[in-house]
């Protein structure tokens, strides 16, 4: 894998553009990162290999945003959101990673319309009560697991706040840089942290923290009307990404 060239011509952009996501700009853009690999290696192994890579990019970001997150939030969300790590592991040898990314398009899908419609009736913040949390954090911490596609369900909970954008992107990165140091446990156990995954690992790592402080410096140069846009229409790339990918694979 080290010396094919097709490997690299999907992989390192596919670095680059979770380091921006992670970063704070693009929203779940990052999401599109394990699907650009796994055109090449299978999405498992492409998985294994983002791991130690996101947690690199994850302290790069908590660095970055430290004391700027909205820890209510947090405590709400990342009990359940562990909770669906443990379901991710439990399940890891039944569950079709296919079916998985089909039903996280379709809720990315479904949210977007509902920020058109809340947009077309004024009405951009609203509240987030226990079964949000419970049902969205859950969700997130079971796809991040089986396929780092946490994103939207996560942004189904947290971007109707209408947090300002700085916070909002602190409190993404402290949500995710917890749940993938928690989701090194089970891959561990799953044993998907073999040599050659290990050292490629490090090949692409160099690129981490640079395209994470990129996308840092992004965040702190756009309007937050911008970036909830771009966000949106990130997501809305994304979800069409995943289902087409998914239905294909399925059918």
């Given at each position: 894998?080290?010396?094919?060239?097709?490997?690299?011509?999907?992989?390192?952009?596919?670095?680059?553009?979770?380091?921006?996501?992670?970063?704070?700009?693009?929203?779940?853009?990052?999401?599109?990162?394990?699907?650009?690999?796994?055109?090449?290696?299978?999405?498992?192994?492409?998985?294994?290999?983002?791991?130690?890579?996101?947690?690199?990019?994850?302290?790069?970001?908590?660095?970055?945003?430290?004391?700027?997150?909205?820890?209510?939030?947090?405590?709400?969300?990342?009990?359940?959101?562990?909770?669906?790590?443990?379901?991710?592991?439990?399940?890891?040898?039944?569950?079709?990673?296919?079916?998985?990314?089909?039903?996280?398009?379709?809720?990315?899908?479904?949210?977007?319309?509902?920020?058109?419609?809340?947009?077309?009736?004024?009405k951009q913040v609203s509240t987030r009560?226990?079964?949000?949390?419970?049902?969205?954090?859950?969700?997130?911490?079971?796809?991040?697991?089986?396929?780092?596609?946490?994103?939207?369900?996560?942004?189904?909970?947290?971007?109707?706040?209408?947090?300002?954008?700085?916070?909002?992107?602190?409190?993404?990165?402290?949500f995710f840089a917890t749940v993938n140091?928690?989701?090194?446990?089970?891959?561990?156990?799953?044993?998907?942290?073999?040599?050659?995954?290990?050292?490629?690992?490090?090949?692409?790592?160099?690129?981490?923290?640079?395209?994470?402080?990129?996308?840092?410096?992004?965040?702190?140069?756009?309007?937050?009307?911008?970036?909830?846009?771009?966000?949106?229409?990130?997501?809305?790339v994304i979800a069409l990404k995943l289902?087409?990918?998914?239905?294909?694979?399925?059918?």
């Amino acid at each position: 894998m080290l010396t094919d060239p097709m490997f690299y011509l999907a992989a390192v952009p596919a670095v680059i553009l979770v380091g921006l996501s992670k970063g704070g700009f693009g929203g779940s853009l990052g999401m599109l990162g394990v699907p650009m690999m796994a055109l090449v290696i299978s999405p498992i192994q492409a998985a294994a290999i983002f791991l130690p890579i996101l947690i690199c990019m994850d302290a790069v970001g908590v660095y970055s945003y430290w004391g700027k997150a909205n820890w209510q939030v947090l405590k709400g969300i990342l009990p359940f959101a562990i909770v669906g790590i443990t379901c991710g592991w439990l399940l890891a040898d039944h569950v079709d990673e296919d079916v998985i990314r089909l039903m996280v398009g379709l809720v990315a899908l479904a949210f977007v319309l509902d920020y058109i419609i809340r947009t077309l009736l004024k009405k951009q913040v609203s509240t987030r009560g226990r079964a949000s949390a419970i049902v969205w954090g859950t969700t997130a911490g079971f796809t991040s697991f089986v396929a780092h596609a946490g994103g939207p369900p996560y942004q189904i909970h947290t971007l109707p706040m209408g947090m300002h954008r700085v916070t909002f992107v602190a409190t993404s990165v402290f949500f995710f840089a917890t749940v993938n140091t928690i989701k090194l446990i089970p891959y561990f156990f799953l044993g998907q942290f073999s040599p050659e995954n290990l050292w490629t690992t490090l090949v692409l790592l160099p690129i981490a923290p640079l395209a994470t402080m990129a996308g840092v410096k992004l965040v702190h140069v756009i309007s937050q009307t911008i970036f909830y846009r771009l966000a949106y229409i990130s997501m809305f790339v994304i979800a069409l990404k995943l289902c087409s990918d998914s239905l294909l694979a399925l059918m």
